[in-house]
């Protein structure tokens, strides 16, 4: 493998159309390639719930020439920890310096602008590389390692240079690379739903509600025995038009046992379960008042022993699902793609001539960060202080303190994924001309 080789066109398909398989979709058109994406579905049931995008996952957007603006954000200005009972403020986290000291804006987004957005770009006929094309209701079945060809449950298939599997939690292309899941139901479940600003205003409910921040309420352990797993994130997104909340429980409250990738709407009643009877009236209003209410299950998912296999490589939920509770989900998946990308560019042309070489340096690019945040998702699914953000800050309760090692804003957005795999390739040609160095003494 020579650094002098000349860059070779990829064809990647990418199985999985939500956020991370646009994203590399995206990722891999804009650095030469052919790709074509294979979703399960169609796009018509994508869930209607809020994401954040930090500075870390927004530096790949406008690699890719992607305007934000085009997804109606929100841009966030505090993060602030409140009082179960009371909506008394614990703990706030400053952003208004966000975008001077880290060059991007902290965006909140609804999922489906921020797909809309991914999905025409991916697509457009303007814009730097071929137009990537998009295949729908084309389940992955098997995937032959050997020749890297994809069958589907349609029959039909498909042969590629690089398969990225991007199809989330439930992954196939996980399962045919070898991948043995440790999974365990997680102690906490959640509900997502949505109130209208509009109705907020007309009913005159908190102001607070639409402010740009993230808002949170419980996550830690109540003194009078609520448990820690009861918590609800309030944030605004599409243009703030719509607040959105994510509705925490423990699991043996919720009356939701199905799997799936599509639900019924649920009554508020059962988000109302157990100690939300407790909650801070004004909080409790707006739930009440909420619609688009969908139950999601949660999953403990241990670090995998791999993500790539020859040509075939992970990416997002399929290589490190964790849970909610860093804000980190599509970022994390935004720096696979961001990855990806990268390593298959014209300036590392040896990789799109040895793709397995060009898969092991992902992997070890990005495992480590991704494990990394896994793990402090976890812990901030038993205790909010945790969060990113939050670890930053001086909280009065000690309940609320994070322990040490946590995860920091800094350490999020001071990464350089362009340097960092630009040092390891230089480790990488290096060590493969030391032979020839060798043979000259």
Known sequence: MSNTAGFKQLHVAVVGGGIGGLSAALSMRRAGHRVDVFERRGFDVEVGASISCAANGSVHLADWGIDVEAMSPVALMKLTMRDWETGEIQGVYDLSDYEREWGRVYYMLHRQDMHKVLLEAAIAQEGEGIPCKIHNNSPCDTIDLETNTITFLNGKTVQADLIIGADGIRSVVREQIGVKPDIKTSPQTCYRCNVLTKDIKALGLVKHSYEPAIQFWGGSEGRNGRSKYYKIVMAPCSSGEVVSFYCFMP?????????????????????????????????????????DRMPWRLYVHQPYTHWVNKRVALLGDAAHPMMPHQSQ????????????GIIFSAKYPEFTRDVEAGLRLYQ??????????????ARATENVGERIGFTSIEVQDELLRPKTGNLTVREMNEYRMHDHVAAEVAKIRKTKEMPQELAHL
């Open 251 to 291: 699991t043996e409250m919720t009356n939701h046992r199905e799997e799936g990738f599509t639900f019924k709407e649920v009554p508020v009643t059962d988000i109302l379960q157990g100690r939300y009877s407790d909650l801070d009236p004004e909080c409790l209003a707006l739930l009440q008042n909420s619609k």
């Open 329 to 340: 989900g599509a970022c994390q998946a935004i720096e696979d793609a961001g990855a990806l």
């Open 364 to 377: 070890a690019i990005r495992k480590p960060r991704a494990t990394r945040v896994q793990e402090a998702s």
